[in-house]
């Protein structure tokens, strides 16, 4: 026999082989689907959370009934071991009064729909209002233009970005360092306008943070139809005067937890895969896509795997995070903690962009071997509706993990409604769709299922 | 310089001529999608047609008032022409009256909500009820089973599907061919389940056929949860009667009309590239997904080539076409005329899969070439989420014109909301996201664009 026979004939083995576990690979990833879109749990337990226990802001009543009752799911599903890590979170409250008022002779009276943003003081303010789109107009405009007045950041998410997270990327700098911007030259306020795509009367809350060598001043967002109002009669009448008001403060730290499930390593019992989201959500609204769809979808995942019988090789857990919305002390508190237990995570995945339908997976890796071990699944996922596997961000939770060189994977579902609802009061258990919600969870529970068989 | 040499450079030319031509055709996509992004029409004229002509059903005031309101809307859009086509379209009328009712001793008194379906005659019945899921079983029971009985045909979709136009396809001939099914053996009327994925209180509508042969019997849809209630409680009390009536009726045939716009071709003046959507819509409803969303995105797609300066080569039109739902007059009338005009329509799109975010386009044919032809714009329109280029249906209005050639094309939204929404009252506007609406607009727009260029 010839020495290419020989070849031939190890070739085509190593090729059946390979094809043998292709086929195996692809019958296992239907059998995810099929489980996750006839006798699933998540759906029931995100109506649960988001009817009965909305407001699940860090310190918060909410936030820590959330805590024991999705615990107390976890150990309903009997994954071989539940528990709780401790974390001191902030815990900031909106307080009960916010008001934003143009009452100014010959402008007829009108209330602007407001919120504070999360971590501002409260405070009162009337005065004239200068508006800027960025940031370079303040060290223009210097004291003389800014001082006692509020300053109205109004630039509008980009529409043309066809993933809407590059639309909120290029925006939310207002919201989060705006109002110390304006406090260095003197502003006693600032409004920003809601970051969200869509002209609706809700105002969206988030995250702002105060550089230490300003003054704190009260921050506040507008609905982004009242902020269109705003720009347009400034234009008309620029000595126009805002009074407004919040009284919303921060208390002391407050002991929250992060909750953790584990399915344990059959093979490789010192190393971790994780999924996971976070179970905080904003005060003004139910947090039914960011982020109890992604505390559910994780949950699913392994409820999945364990009703088809899986038996892992790594362990393999969801994480539901608390406090990613306003300091991601659960993020950080849960890598700590992974270090000093030296659990090696060799792969982390977050769900928190919504519960909308599949379309694929970011990777967080300048690496492209990394790119590549990922997007080689994509033959096998595309038949569910997943094509994008491309470099991008993992998520916040997860991010704090990379530090130990943990490859971070973000869920991508589909982003055109994910901002309408963002850190609003709309962002309603009714805007979830089951079946996407379903899709999602068996999307992730088949990249842990690929990664967890074919990651040495 | 040697032969070779010459092909090389020759080779190169070509190639760096495709190359330019591929760049070229990559800047005006982009041009499209924002285009639409930023300076659409498609959402306010959607919101009008739902919110102040919803219930659109042939021959039905709201039809007649839907065809006036589009004519003028593509009107002031001042494309090359404008103009109505007459049709005779069937008038199908659901009266007032529509009651489903167990009322029986030691049963607790339920009335399900209920709605007629399209075509069915009205009138009463009290009697017992026998479930079937399949045909097979009503030869099985045959008369002495059936006769005298209301038939509940129960087979609800299957939800393992992914695209949920499969499940649909797998349960709608309980609808469409039931109630004659069932008449054969001498039933008294037919329910259906709502053909709905989601458990829910809304009854589906949707066309219905009576075979000659048989007597007509009324044919009800009920909801998915009172599907599943009578499921139940037919299985604890098989003798259960409902007492149902209905004054549904067939009126003569009306005038109505398909509304077509057209841009003129530079070019191939004698073929035609068309897009379109139908106008009619259930009477239950604001029929937003079904299928305002394919007309005003029709529109939209003429819209922004004619915004963007684009002059095509071959005649485009949008058609609106009339009588979808129950009748397919419209369609039909359209393909005789070109027919009869010598109009050589190329292609067809039709948008009638809702208005959600954008997927792709199926290729209706079973020539692989042309699936390929289509399928080569994979990579300039997966940058905006269109990833799935694969045979299957174009759509019911645009079918009729496959007996002169015409290559049709189904565009594809994200499939998971629609069947929730499909031919009941919640397909109202407020399901509607005004971007997921634009980019399916910009879609349909890109592919006219590249098969109007490459197309000879």
């Keep these: 026999m010839r020495i290419f026979q020989i070849l031939f004939i190890l070739m085509s083995f190593a090729f059946s082989n390979l094809q043998s576990q292709t086929n195996q690979d692809s019958l296992f990833i239907r ?36 805590v024991d009752y999705m615990f107390q799911v976890l ?101 989060w360092a705006g109002p110390s911007k304006a406090a260095k030259y003197g502003a006693v306020a600032t409004l920003v306008r809601s970051v969200s795509l869509r002209e609706d009367s809700y105002p969206h809350t988030g995250a702002m943070g105060y550089d230490s060598l300003y003054p704190k001043i009260p921050a506040l967002a507008i609905s982004t139809s009242d902020a269109t109002w705003l720009s347009k009669n400034l234009k008309r009448n620029p000595q126009l005067r805002v009074a407004l008001e919040s009284d919303s403060r921060t208390l002391p730290d407050t002991l929250s937890h992060n909750v953790v499930t584990q399915m344990r390593g059959s093979i490789s019992t010192k190393e971790f895969i994780i999924t996971g989201g976070h179970l905080d959500a904003w005060d003004n609204g139910q947090g039914a896509h960011d982020d109890g769809a992604g505390c559910v979808q994780s949950m699913e995942a392994l409820r999945i795997l364990s009703k088809l019988g899986y038996i892992p090789k790594h362990n393999i857990r969801a994480v539901l995070f608390m406090n990613e919305e306003n ?42 071997s990394n790119i590549s071990r990922i997007a080689k699944y994509r033959s096998l996922l595309e038949p569910y509706g997943l094509h994008d596997f491309k470099k991008g961000g993992g998520g916040s939770d997860i991010s704090p993990l990379k530090k130990q060189g943990t490859l971070c994977l973000g869920f991508i579902p589909d982003s055109q409604r994910y901002f309408d609802l963002h850190h609003a009061a709309s962002d309603t258990f009714d805007k979830i769709n089951k079946r996407e919600l379903e899709l999602g969870a068996a999307s992730i529970a088949a990249m842990i299922y690929l990664l967890d068989t074919y990651s040495e």
């Design 31 to 66: 059998r995810i689907f099929d489980q996750a879109l006839t006798d699933s749990r998540c759906y029931e337990v995100l109506e649960h959370l988001c009817t009965k226990i909305p407001a699940r802001l860090s310190g918060s009543v909410g936030a820590a009934k959330a």
């Design 75 to 175: 150990k309903e599903e009997k994954f071989d071991s539940t528990f709780l890590q401790e974390v001191m979170v902030p815990h900031w409250v909106r307080g009960s009064i916010c008001k934003v008022n143009v009452n100014q002779k010959g402008v007829e009276p009108k209330s602007l729909v407001a919120c504070a943003l999360g971590g501002s003081v409260g405070g009162k303010a009337n005065a004239n209002v200068v508006e800027v789109q960025q940031f370079e107009e303040l060290d223009k405009l210097g004291e003389a233009g800014i001082k006692g007045k509020i300053v109205f950041f109004s630039r509008p998410m980009e529409p043309r970005h066809i993933h809407t997270f590059e639309a909120y990327g290029g925006c939310v700098d207002q919201r």
């Design 327 to 368: 300091g991601l002390r659960g993020g950080k508190r849960y890598a700590e903690l992974a270090d000093s237990l030296k659990e090696k995570h060799i792969i982390a995945i977050e769900s928190d962009r919504g519960g909308f339908s599949p379309r694929g997976f970011y990777i967080d890796s300048d690496e492209p």
